[in-house]
């Protein structure tokens, strides 16, 4: 690869990739791209439905419908949020759980796999510069899920 090419165009590849990966992944665990996504969320930490819905951007009442099947399907629950009584948290359920750790296993062995290449140094050296992307992504407009 031209090291002065833009790297544009190889992280949109690279996202694909994954991206493919996690949906693949998802659907073998039985369940979709989006759902695996908000289970991995809500298994980081307890989340409120504005929240979730900012993550997968989607407005507030589509997310209260999306939670509903998610929650009739014993994915998830909701709890009101002690810090605001008005609002709802979303935690996962042991089912919940479950899709969220195997899918965040699976979906890791195969970045790893996609990694093998690159020495570990410059491994490191990726990470930071990935990191100094989503710092920047996530001030510009709030999107990505709290770790």
Known sequence: ???TAPAGPALIRIAALIT???????????VDFRTGRLLVAVNRRPQTVGELGRYV?????????????LVNHGLVVREADPADRRASLITPTAKGREI?????TRVRAEVLRLLEPVDASRRSELAALLQVI????????????AE
């Open 1 to 3: 690869m031209d090291p």
């Open 20 to 30: 493919d990966r996690y949906e693949t992944i998802s659907g073998e665990l039985g």
């Open 57 to 69: 951007r989607v407005g507030k009442s589509t997310m209260t419908g999306v939670l509903a099947r």
């Open 100 to 104: 969220a750790d195997t899918l965040v």
């Open 134 to 145: 989503l710092d920047a992504a996530d001030e510009l407009d709030g999107l990505l899920p």
